[in-house]
């Protein structure tokens, strides 16, 4: 069931965040190379930045991620849809349009977690890793965002048949 949201393309931020994608991916080869080394320092960097500076956007960042997803969860029960989540992995002609959806909805998360890691790692690596900011600003926006609001839509249809019986 294609709905108005479903049919409409991406917003400008969305399309921002995924040319920025592109581009930090690309970036990031080409400074730092595909390596086996650069892939467990990254993993490292990555384990320590919630005991690092700027430590509060890892409560920040999900946290806004769901608030956004508490609020489309919540559309998605009133209008009967099923778990955000569950239709991506389920339903493969919904996935495009659904991922689409969730992306318009953190695209400022997103950046603002793109913009934090950037002012992070010239702090504390006085070198920029374009791919681990990437990868961090996906984990604490779009992932919480994933999960949340298909559990808001679970949590809704549950109290909601509680209430009839």
Do not use: C
Not at 4 to 25: F, M, S, W
Not at 57 to 70: D, E, G, K, S
């Amino acid at each position: 069931m294609m709905t108005d949201a479903h049919a409409q393309g991406l917003g400008l931020l969305a399309k921002l965040v995924l040319a920025a994608a592109a581009t930090l991916v690309i970036a990031g080869i080409v400074w730092h190379g595909v390596a086996l080394d650069n892939f467990q320092r990254m993993w490292s960097d990555l384990i320590d930045r919630p005991s690092g500076p700027m430590a509060f956007r890892f409560i920040l960042q999900p946290l806004m991620a769901a608030i956004t997803a508490t609020r489309d969860g919540l559309r998605d029960a009133r209008t009967e849809r099923s778990p955000y989540l569950w239709t991506i992995v389920r339903q493969s002609e919904e996935r495009v349009a659904l991922l689409r959806e969730g992306l318009d909805a953190t695209a400022r998360i997103i950046l603002l977690g793109l913009a934090m890691d950037v002012i992070y790692q010239v702090m504390v690596f006085k070198m920029f890793y374009p791919v681990e900011a990437l990868i961090i600003a996906i984990l604490l926006a779009f992932v919480p965002y994933l999960l949340i609001r298909g559990l808001i839509v679970r949590v809704s249809h549950a109290r909601a048949a509680s209430r009839v019986l």
